[in-house]
């Protein structure tokens, strides 16, 4: 999918260039070149080819926030933090 994009920009600013060095174009019109052939339609398409992505992503970061959240088996308190030490250290004295 990138790779499509990066070839089309390519072709794009080749436009561009060739539109601000001919004779008959100009800089302005290469500009408006850039955004309109360029920018624009790649920036839309990207978008819509990338929201499948997304969706995946935030209903999978919605799953395994309710998974974080849920308390587990043998966990009394259900917090989710991994157990300390139950019983203190003994301490020795020299």
Do not use: N
């Not at 004779?23 to 302005?28: A, F, I, N, P």
């Not at 070149?33 to 992503?57: E, F, K, M, N, S």
Request: aromatic share 10%.
């Amino acid at each position: 999918m990138y790779l499509i994009a990066l070839a089309w920009t390519y072709v794009v600013v080749l436009m561009a260039l060739v539109e601000g060095f001919s004779t008959e174009g100009t800089w302005l019109g290469a500009f408006f070149t850039l955004l309109l052939y360029g920018a624009l339609p790649l920036g839309i398409t990207l978008y819509l080819v990338g929201t499948p992505a997304r969706r995946r992503a935030r209903r999978g970061g919605a799953e395994s926030d309710e998974r974080a959240s849920a308390p587990v088996a043998g966990d009394p308190d259900g917090g989710g933090h991994p157990p300390g030490d139950a019983v203190a250290a003994k301490r020795e004295e020299a």
